[in-house]
């Protein structure tokens, strides 16, 4: 059986522990890792809402890999830029496309509404901005 030399092992153990410390300190490089809709308190959904509440995450998930929505109806363009708004029942998605030669924004947004929140309205985004 061969052995590794111990110089070759403590460089493998180096080099896991620095590429571990190198990732990225932006929030939406994995998003998935983070619960979708951070900071909402989904427990006082009431029960009819769950549905309309199931659709807008359904929604929001096909946003955030750049496909239009299932659920919601094409409603407006902003103008001046490519983004593009939806209505859902109880939410509205907004999905971001600006670019204004020195930014650029990218990324979906949606407003929950009081029909779904039981309260006040609940704002989510993922843009990323770039300024240049």
Do not use: W
Request: net charge positive.
């Amino acid at each position: 059986m061969r052995r590794l030399p111990l110089a070759s092992l403590l460089c493998f153990i180096t080099f896991l522990a620095f590429s571990g410390c190198a990732l990225p300190t932006n929030p939406h490089f994995f998003p998935r890792a983070r619960p979708l809709f951070a900071g909402f308190d989904e427990s006082k959904v009431r029960p009819g809402a769950k549905a309309a509440l199931a659709q807008a995450k359904a929604d929001f998930e096909l946003a955030r890999r750049g496909k239009e929505p299932r659920h919601a109806k094409y409603a407006s363009t902003i103008p001046h830029t490519n983004s593009r708004v939806y209505q859902g029942k109880g939410y509205c998605l907004t999905i971001v496309h600006k670019d204004l030669g020195v930014s650029h924004s990218d990324g979906p947004k949606i407003v929950l509404d009081a029909s779904i929140t039981g309260g006040k309205p609940f704002c989510y985004c993922e843009i990323d901005e770039v300024v240049d």
